[in-house]
C-alpha cells in the first residue's frame, strides 16, 4: 500500500485568491491523481499529474484554473486559482501503487467565502 | 464512456439483515471494478475489487457481464458497517466513480 498526506487538511478562503495543495506519498509512484468531491457529490477526476511533464486534465477542467505541479515521484501541488464559492469542495489526491489499486489521501477541504 | 450508477443514495437496515448495495455499470471495453468504502471521518480506502473474488470484512461482490452489474452483498449487516460506499470503475487508466450510498446500519 502507500501512505499519503495532504496539506493543509482544511482551509477557509476569500474570494479570488489561490490556494496550494500539496500531496506527499512514503514511496515512488508512477500514477498520481487529483479529485474533486463537491458537498453531496460523487468524486470527479480533475487531472492525472505525471512527473516531468504536463498535466492530463479531464473535461471540464483546465490548466489556467488548476495548475498542477509534479517535479519527482513522490510529491505533487494542486493550485486552485482565482476562486469562487463554486470551488469549494473537498480535493483529493490518489495514486496507484501494489499492482493497480488506487489509494487515497485524507482530502483537503476548502470553504471559498 | 465510462459511468457507473448508483441508485441508492441512501440505504437503511437492521443489524443481523442482509444487505445488498446496488451497482451497474457502462463500458465499453473490458471492465474492472472496484467498491470503495468511507467510514465516518476517515479516508476513502478500497473495500474489494472484482478480479481478486475475495470477501472481505464479510462482503462479496460478483461481476455480471450480462446485466452489467457489480451488486455489493453482505448476509448479516453490522453497526461498523455504517458508511458511504463507492462503485467505481477502472477503464483506460482513469477511475469513475458512482454517486455513493450512504448504509445506515440500525441497532
Known amino acids: 500500500s502507500a501512505v499519503i498526506s495532504q496539506k493543509p487538511s482544511r482551509d477557509i478562503c476569500q474570494r479570488g485568491t489561490s490556494l496550494t495543495i500539496q500531496c506527499q506519498v512514503d514511496?515512488?509512484?508512477?500514477?498520481m491523481f487529483w479529485y474533486r468531491q463537491q458537498p453531496g457529490q460523487s468524486l470527479t477526476l480533475i487531472a492525472t499529474a505525471n512527473q516531468g511533464s504536463e498535466a492530463t486534465y479531464e473535461s471540464g477542467f483546465v490548466i489556467d484554473k488548476f495548475p498542477i505541479s509534479r517535479p519527482n515521484l513522490t510529491f505533487s501541488t494542486l493550485t486552485v486559482s482565482n476562486m469562487s464559492p463554486e470551488d469549494s469542495s473537498i480535493y483529493l489526491c490518489s495514486v496507484v501503487a501494489s499492482g493497480d489499486t488506487q489509494y487515497f489521501g485524507p482530502g483537503t477541504r476548502l470553504t471559498v467565502l | 464512456a465510462q459511468r457507473v450508477t448508483q441508485p441508492e443514495k441512501l440505504l437503511s437496515v437492521f443489524k443481523g439483515a442482509p444487505v445488498e448495495l446496488k451497482c451497474n455499470y457502462s463500458y465499453s471495453g473490458s471492465p474492472e471494478l472496484f467498491w470503495y468504502v468511507q467510514y465516518s471521518r476517515q479516508r476513502l480506502q478500497l473495500l474489494l475489487r472484482?478480479?481478486s473474488r475475495e470477501s472481505i470484512k464479510g462482503f462479496t461482490a460478483d461481476l455480471n457481464k450480462g446485466e452489467t452489474s457489480f451488486h455489493l452483498k453482505k448476509p448479516f449487516a453490522q453497526e461498523e458497517d455504517s458508511a458511504m460506499y463507492y462503485c467505481a470503475l477502472q477503464g483506460a487508466q482513469k477511475l469513475v466513480f458512482g454517486q455513493g450510498t450512504r448504509l445506515t446500519i440500525n441497532p
Open positions: 514511496s515512488q509512484v508512477t500514477m
Open positions: 472484482h478480479i
